[in-house]
């Protein structure tokens, strides 16, 4: 199977593709719609590959207890759980604008669904693609529905075991084989010791033919960086436009400076992930011809003597000679002509040397 899928037309995700960078304005747009497109044009702007919303049609992702539950927090939008979800949700409607808008300024948009209807939802609408948000990761019924839709799909691994992520890999794979998994662990903000980038290494042997990305929850571009230099193909951020502002994600989540420095951070982090063999570079040479070390006479040496290691050192030095990682290949040989004390050992000049 190839590393590599088409995420969105024209778009390939994972091999050696650039990282797809997704921002998610989840729920930090306030409920408010001009805020939400602000949001599409900071994603754009950033040159985030991905504006990304979390959908859910409230009756079906929670139960009637679970809505009327009492949310009083400095967070809530609302004296219940359900009062503050409906007033943070888009209409359909909402959504076709959002999603023009993001068309009409030339940058993806997507949602998580957070049940089957609003898997349903976002097929209509037409997204490139699905996220799968943490916690329906082990919701098997939805994962089978939401990949049967045939859209490619981006599957995160909040609060779930290896166990369960090697069933998705099993349930998912048959289905739709446009998939990738990130790392994710589902703390808002996420303190370093919490982030376990060691991770994407475990899914990159486990699940060898799919990219691997990572969802983050921390403070600060470090470890979504770090994420990058282990080989994650997909990044998600939350962003915001002001990180006081009212809501649960708000401190977790990137200013619009912060996002541009990300993103211009990974693209000098692919340049710089290169080969994986060691070699000298072509720009190395001039640094090489400088200041590189040769071989030198430690002491006169005449012809046909047989060398020893102290009758040699090592220096930079004109011309340059035989090269110091050899040094050892040089005890017992002979010079064809003598050299006087501090003089370079030439290759040339060495009786056996081949
Ligand atoms: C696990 C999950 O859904 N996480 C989402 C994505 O990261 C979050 O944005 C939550 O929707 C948010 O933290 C919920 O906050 P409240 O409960 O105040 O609406
Ligand atoms: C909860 C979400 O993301 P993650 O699971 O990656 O944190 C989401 O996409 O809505």
Not at 25 to 50: E, L, S, T, Y
Not at 57 to 71: G, M, S
Not at 74 to 87: I, L, M
Not at 265 to 279: H, P, Q, T
Request: hydrophobic share 35%; aromatic share 8%.
């Amino acid at each position: 199977m190839p590393l590599e899928f088409e995420i969105a037309p024209g778009r390939m995700i994972g091999g050696d593709n650039p990282c797809f960078v997704i921002a998610e304005i989840g729920q930090n747009h306030q409920g408010d719609m001009k805020i939400a497109k602000q949001m599409i044009q900071v994603a754009k702007d950033a040159g985030a590959d991905c504006a990304k919303f979390q959908k859910s049609e409230l009756e079906y992702k929670f139960n009637k207890e679970a809505l009327i539950r009492p949310y009083n927090t400095p967070n809530s939008w609302g004296a219940t759980y359900g009062e503050h979800k409906r007033y943070l949700e888009f209409s359909h409607e909402q959504y076709y604008e959002l999603k023009a808008y993001a068309d009409s300024i030339g940058i993806l948009m997507t949602a998580s669904g957070m049940d089957e209807k609003a898997v349903d939802f976002l097929d209509e609408l037409g997204v490139s693609f699905l996220k799968v948000a943490s916690m329906d990761t082990n919701n098997l019924p939805y994962l089978t529905h939401a990949a049967k839709k045939g859209r490619p799909m981006v599957i995160s691994s909040g609060m779930q075991t290896l166990e369960t992520m090697r069933k998705v890999y099993e349930i998912v794979k048959p289905v739709n084989n446009k998939f990738c998994i990130l790392q994710c662990t589902s703390c808002y903000p996420l303190a370093p010791e919490n982030v376990h980038l060691n991770v994407i290494k475990t899914y990159l042997k486990e699940f060898p033919d799919i990219p691997i990305g990572y969802s983050g929850h921390e403070q600060g571009l470090a470890i979504t960086l770090g994420a990058v230099a282990m080989g994650a193909k997909v990044v998600e951020r939350h962003i915001t436009l002001d990180k006081s502002w009212k809501g649960s994600d708000h401190k977790a989540s990137l200013d619009p400076r912060e996002l541009t420095e990300l993103i211009s951070n990974i693209r000098v982090l692919e340049k710089a992930m290169g080969s994986y063999d060691k070699d000298m570079r072509q720009c190395e040479v001039y640094m090489y011809e400088k200041l590189g070390k040769t071989v030198v006479a430690n002491t006169d040496i005449p012809a046909g003597v047989p060398m020893t290691l102290d009758m040699l050192t090592v220096k930079v030095a004109e011309p340059k000679g035989y090269p110091p990682e050899l040094i050892d290949e040089l005890i017992g040989k002979k010079l064809k002509s003598g050299v006087d004390s501090d003089e370079s050992i030439l290759k040339d000049n060495i009786a056996t040397y081949s």
